[in-house]
């Protein structure tokens, strides 16, 4: 198994790349600083680094041409990640220190598996000292060259932010509710796939979704159902298991991902939300808002599905028969016609 060691200093952007990297069966170690990352390096001696260009105490560049002069990190690759807009400018420097991929943020999952298998199958770039020998003289101007690029990050940074008045906003979470995105939350449903056949144990899916929730942007107005929408998806955080995750779906839709409840545990949950959810009252600008009724649909692994696809296909299912029935309802999914259950489940 290949050792990865993982240094950015955003805690979510590092866990998220390090759950996806231990997906796909590597052994990964991570680290918040540059200088961390560099005693690990000597330490563990890792098979691949996959870092980020800006690091506080040592940058990503400055790994990499460190891992390039010393002859115990000779098998050591270096995977690095950057913002989109600065790929052109990173990659000139990158492959002066003999960096073997070059990823854009916000990472997704196949590029970055993708980068890893290519980087660890072949052996390291050499670094390039035609252009940048090792001597004092010629570090001084990487590092140049990285500040520059440092102080580019800060000017686009700033000047995004400037022109949106938003403050920094998580990749994995949406700007609105503070919950998990609709990536995030599809990457965890097939990371806690996985858990589950290994484990042999059920999964839920709950996809809920306000009724009658346009009313309350043309009755009222979208600041109004904004608003609606940021308390709803407070109470919804603080109402799950700490094992749960709770995302943003789509507009007015939200998923749950219980790990190890049953259908009818997790049919229960959802009608307990539902009911306490409909309590919940808003105050904006002076008017006291209720919220709607909500409907839910449930699936289950292995009962619905197999695969993420299909158990979301189940929830969606489940939910538009929820919305045909009436609404304010609960209902789960159909079995397929020919379930294909685990032999676990069977001797259920």
């Not at 449930?298 to 599905?305: D, K």
């Amino acid at each position: 198994m290949s050792t990865i060691l993982v240094a950015a200093d955003h805690a979510a952007h590092r866990e998220h790349m390090v759950a996806l990297l231990g997906e796909a069966g590597y052994r990964v170690v991570q680290a918040g600083r540059g200088d961390e990352a560099w005693v690990l390096l000597k330490d563990i001696q890792p098979d691949l680094l996959l870092t980020d260009v800006v690091l506080p105490g040592i940058d990503g560049f400055e790994l990499a041409w460190r891992i390039a002069a010393e002859p115990a990190l000779a098998h050591t690759r270096v995977v690095v990640s950057s913002t989109g807009f600065l790929e052109a400018e990173a990659r000139q420097l990158a492959d002066s220190c003999g960096v073997s991929h070059f990823i854009g943020k916000p990472v997704q999952r196949e590029p970055l598996v993708d980068a890893v298998r290519d980087a660890l199958a072949h052996p390291r770039p050499a670094a390039d000292w035609d252009r940048y020998p090792p001597s004092n003289e010629v570090r001084e101007q990487m590092r140049q060259a990285n500040r520059k690029l440092h102080a580019r990050v800060k000017e686009l940074e700033d000047a995004l932010r400037q022109a949106r008045q938003l403050p920094y906003e998580d990749p994995l979470r949406d700007a609105l509710t503070g919950l998990y995105n609709r990536g995030f939350g599809i990457d965890a449903l097939r990371r806690e796939l996985l858990r589950a056949r290994r484990g042999e144990h059920s999964l839920a899916v709950l996809v809920g979704d306000i009724d009658h929730f346009a009313q309350v942007n043309e009755g009222l107005s979208r600041a109004a159902g904004d608003a609606l929408l940021r308390s709803l998806g407070s109470c919804l955080g603080h109402a799950v298991r700490g094992e749960d995750v709770v995302c943003r779906y789509d507009g007015e839709q939200f998923m749950l991902l219980m790990p190890g409840a049953c259908l009818e545990a997790a049919t229960e949950r959802a009608e307990t939300l539902s009911l306490g959810l409909q309590q919940l009252r808003v105050l904006h600008e002076g008017q006291c808002i209720a919220c709607p009724s909500l409907s839910f649909g449930v699936a289950v692994y292995p009962e619905h599905g197999d695969s993420a696809e299909e158990l979301l296909q189940a929830a969606d299912a489940a939910l538009h028969l929820a919305k045909v029935k009436g609404r304010n309802r609960v209902e789960t999914a159909s079995p397929p016609a020919s379930p294909r259950l685990p032999e676990w489940r069977n001797a259920c």
